[in-house]
């Protein structure tokens, strides 16, 4: 065996070590939270690192504490208008900003790049009087409507529409299509990667939404999974094979979605950062 | 476009209005308050109560947490809208002054309407502004010493020779206990500042003087909590924990003889049912060389407040509940939510003995209430104790106590626009 054969080998094992490793940092609070649903409070503070049989008992806990399907319901209807809305409106943008570009259009974008700066609490206090005396709070359309347009997903349509060739809307546009149905007949299915991300994106920000909704979302009626994990944690005493049975269901869903989307995720990134 | 504009302000003039209409409905009471296995549990119990003799009254208790109601409530006064707030909420005791301090267009002035009568004078004293009454007392945070009684046998003492001691004393026996059992004999997280706190109130000492000013840097109360703990720390007779739920393991795992802390710590105690029968509790060592030091303290514990604005009669008339021994009695099974009310101590499941604990341990806490002194909590309290924390951190790591605390009084002097 030649020594850069040798090097070569040495290379690998150490790179699979350190992949090894950090996938194992990775996995790992998510294998104890899963386990640790199985067991009981006592259990859980030990570090307990293998399933028990106390899941029927923590989930039934849970249930008699918290409005579990209600806070299910809330959180998967707001989620879905979320990434539906929010889809629609920053592809247009994003198409838009791209497709039809001049030098305003770039100023307007540079002035909803600089908004992604302003950290939300600033916002929160002026947008709860305007909510609330919009009659809006404990209603989903106050939760979805600042989540409708972000910068983030305009940028990442933008990036992803530099890439959809420009020849494909001049022929369109010849064989007599106009500019709304360009839009929905040839852009939309070539997007379908970007698409994709982004509603991993949009279902991962909105499902594990926090601060909004407990600012507008003031009845036990309107909790959604976040907030029910985060009264899990208040009390005076804190039964963590129920806390974990909590984190569990709420995690579940965006775990689901990561891993039927996750190839059209990974390959959107690579595309807007291209 | 007109049209629509002026359809969506008629509409928004009708919800709003029906707003309104909903807040001041007769005969409903609304209440928000935080965890469900006590406080809820508790207001569920008295609205049944209540329903006996009150049958139409419709009583709405809404889980809404702590920070949430003190954001509504500054919310609300901003907006200058009191209609978003409930008629009946919880407020922590340490934050009970701040609020009404901030906010008192939120509040009402129930000094001549309630008896505060066989309410610890300590405990009405957290929700008490320039000698005006804001709130209901509720649950006791009335400080124990908790130990286990395996573990203090195994060194040879019992628990009563750990009570009506002082620090000094304490030291003492606990590094021959830590030598016999190898344990820690407390458990505290670290850089909380809790603990010290426990120790000034069981003095009558505050961070604040009456007049409000922050009295850190001369508080000789302060020093000598601070040098004690900085003392049993060095010598691992204390052990400190980097986070809350490290150190509820530490009891649950049996790694340490006991703790000291609010009444409360209790329920996280007993919860581990294989060590029923190890635990009992005592009153905790006093502070030598400080005048009107005590065995007794407080750390934690709520009050209910009443908004104005509201059927401040209907309210207070439902708030009698806590003035009744039977309600007290009844929810002390299944919330543990041990009464400020001094009759409460006579109740048949307050004499009773604690089968987890072996002793009437629910008595014995309100009784130690009775006994704690008050301290004064102002707008800063919670500036002045995470300025505090600071200043015991750095003199566990070798700083000076004496520019520590000139430092963290300078630092809340800052936040109070000194």
Known sequence: MTSSATGEKIKRVLMYAFLVIMSFISVFPLYWCFVSAFNTSQEVLGGKLVPGGHLAENIQHLMEQQQVFTA???????????????????SLAGYGFEIYHDKWKDRVLGILML?????????????????????????????????????????????????????????????????????????VPTMRPTYAAAATITFMNSWNSFLWPRVIMKTNESITMPMLVNNLTTGYIIDYGVVMAGVTICTLPTVIIFFFLQKSFTEAIAGSVK | MKKLLAVLLALTLVLSMSAVAFAAEDGKITIWTWDPNFNIASMKIGADMY???????????????????????????????????????????????????????????????????????????????????????????????????????EAGYTVADLTDITWTEFAEKAKEIKEKTGK??????????????IMIQSCGASMFTEEGAVNLKDNEAIKAAIT??????????????????????????????????????????????????????????????????THYS????????????????????????????????????????????APAKEAPNYTAVNEFMGSPVFATIVEYGMSVPSNITGAYYYDARNAMATAITNYINGADLDSELAQAEDTVNFAMGF
Request: hydrophobic share 45%; aromatic share 12%.
């Open chain 2, 51 to 153: 329903h006996v003799d009150h049958p139409d009254v419709e009583i709405e208790i809404q889980e809404v947490q702590s920070e949430d109601i003190e954001t509504a409530v500054a919310q609300a006064a901003v907006a200058g809208d009191l209609s978003t707030l409930p008629d009946i909420m919880l407020c922590q005791d340490n934050s009970f002054q701040k609020m009404v301090i901030n906010y008192p267009e939120v509040y009402t002035d129930i000094t001549d309407k309630y008896d505060f009568e066989g309410f610890g004078e300590a405990k009405a004293a957290y929700s008490t502004v320039e000698g005006r009454h804001y709130g209901i007392p509720f649950d006791a945070g009335t400080v124990v010493a908790a130990y286990r009684t395996d573990y203090l046998a």
């Open chain 2, 298 to 341: 407080n750390n934690g514990g709520s009050s209910w407040a009443i908004t104005q604005g509201t059927d401040v009669d209907l309210a207070l008339d439902f708030m009698q509940l806590y003035r009744n021994v039977d309600f007290y009695n009844a929810i002390l099974p299944t919330t543990s939510a041990i009464a400020t009310f």
């Open chain 1, 115 to 187: 908004s992604m700066m302003v950290p939300f609490v600033a916002l929160m206090v002026p947008m709860f009087q305007m909510f609330s005396a919009m009659g809006l709070l404990n209603k989903y359309i106050g939760f979805v409507l600042p989540s409708i347009s972000t910068p983030f997903l305009i940028m990442l349509f933008r990036s992803n529409a530099r890439a959809f060739p420009k020849e494909i809307i001049e022929a369109a546009r010849v064989d007599g299509l106009n500019e709304i149905q360009i839009f929905f007949r040839m852009f």
């Open chain 1, 72 to 90: 299910l319901k809330n959180s998967f209807v707001n989620t879905l208008l979320v990434v539906v809305l929010s889809l629609t409106c920053c």
């Open chain 2, 184 to 197: 820690p004999v407390f458990c505290t997280q670290a850089g909380s500042g809790d603990w010290i706190l």
């Open chain 2, 228 to 293: 004690v703990y900085a003392d049993l720390v060095k010598q691992g007779i204390i052990l400190e924990t980097n986070s809350w739920d490290e150190m509820i393991g530490t009891l649950a795992n049996g790694s340490v003889c006991g703790t000291f802390n609010g009444c409360w710590i209790l329920g996280s105690i007993m919860a581990t049912a294989d060590q029923s029968g190890k635990w009992d509790i005592t009153n905790l060592p006093s502070l030598e060389g400080i005048e009107g030091a």
